[in-house]
């Protein structure tokens, strides 16, 4: 299945699993951007975009967990989120947490916290539709992905 198939598929774990590469960018840009900013909110807040973006990347490529040394404690922590509900809970508290910045001031987190957002939209439509959880081939999914798992 090419991507162009794959986002025609209809599936909405899919469309959530391309807005979250779209947010590894959107946070690491963005955290970086921010933390140089006099603002210790933030700063904290972008240390947390940064950092965010990290995990992500972890949960969407699940071939990482493969090839990278981490923890098993940070491999059991990733694991829990092949559900699409799950994936909408991170999306949605990692959005919610860059939303904070707003309390500070605007700043250009908000893009981030928004396209997290949208991410837990797609993710929460897929549960809600019922349908399963489907990684993107091109991110090392279907089969790589149950090797892992």
Do not use: H
């Not at 694991?79 to 500070?104: C, D, K, P």
């Not at 399963?132 to 149950?146: D, I, M, Y």
């Amino acid at each position: 299945m090419s991507l162009a198939e794959e986002l025609r598929s209809r599936n909405f774990s899919i469309y959530g699993q391309w807005t979250g590469v779209l947010c590894i960018i959107l946070c690491l840009a963005l955290g970086i951007a921010n933390i140089f900013s006099f603002n210790v909110v933030l700063i904290i807040i972008s240390i947390i975009s940064i950092a965010s973006a990290f995990v992500i990347l972890f949960i969407e490529v699940p071939f990482l967990l493969r090839i990278c040394p981490t923890s098993s404690k940070f491999d059991s922590f990733i694991r829990r989120f092949t559900t699409n509900w799950m994936r909408a809970l991170i999306y949605a508290v990692l959005g919610g947490v860059q939303l904070i910045s707003l309390a500070e001031r605007a700043s250009s987190l908000i893009a981030g916290a928004v396209f997290l957002l949208i991410a837990a939209v797609f993710y929460s439509l897929a549960a809600l539709m019922k349908q399963e959880f489907v990684g993107s081939k091109t991110l090392g999914g279907q089969g790589v992905a149950q090797m892992i798992v």
